[in-house]
């Protein structure tokens, strides 16, 4: 595995640039497939924290697609952060982070995601969780499977992966005080 992997593994999520999705256009409650790109810009160094072990903490800039065309994620750009730790001796690896992906009008999505410890791979698997969100993903919340892969950039010096997202999601009953 390049060592550029765990950046790589670091922002699985969704996102993308457009118009933005209006709330009487998505359903309470649904299924979901969203295809997903990111791009790392500057990978770090991994930190070694033990023999044959390291660390590193990622950025990474997020776009999506829905495969629908439109409805929930369509054309929204994300950013996500986090760690991830190699044992380049058991060749395992695990990655824990958060996204947050915005809609045109600002409305934010809130995303917590995890890769437990599994073997190095271009294509790892991961889960994670919709935690809220402001405007029309206020009380959001719901389950997503991540399958990831790690593309070669043409570009020298970041890192770049792409992947789906499928899931359900629902939102909260909105009481007499929410708007």
Request: aromatic share 8%; charged share 15%; proline share 6%.
């Amino acid at each position: 595995m390049h060592h550029h992997a765990p950046q790589l593994l670091i922002a699985l999520a969704i996102g993308a640039v457009g118009l933005p999705a209006l709330a009487d256009d998505m359903p309470r409650s649904g299924e979901y497939k969203v295809l997903f790109t990111g791009i790392n810009s500057s990978p770090m160094k991994p930190l070694p924290m033990g023999p044959n072990r390291t660390v590193t903490v990622s950025q990474s800039t997020m776009s999506a697609l829905n495969v629908t065309g439109g409805g929930f994620l369509h054309n929204m750009a994300g950013r996500c952060a986090g760690m991830a730790t190699m044992d380049n001796e058991a060749k395992t690896f695990e990655n824990h982070g958060y996204c947050v992906y915005a809609d045109a009008g600002g409305d934010q999505i809130f995303e917590k995601f995890d890769y437990p410890t599994q073997p190095q791979s271009a294509t790892p698997r991961g889960t994670g969780s919709w935690n809220g969100g402001t405007g029309k993903f206020s009380g959001i919340s719901g389950e997503i499977e991540i399958n990831n892969t790690r593309v070669n950039p043409m570009t020298e010096g970041i890192a770049q992966f792409t992947g789906t997202k499928t899931g359900r999601y629902n939102f909260e009953a909105v009481t007499a005080s929410a708007k």
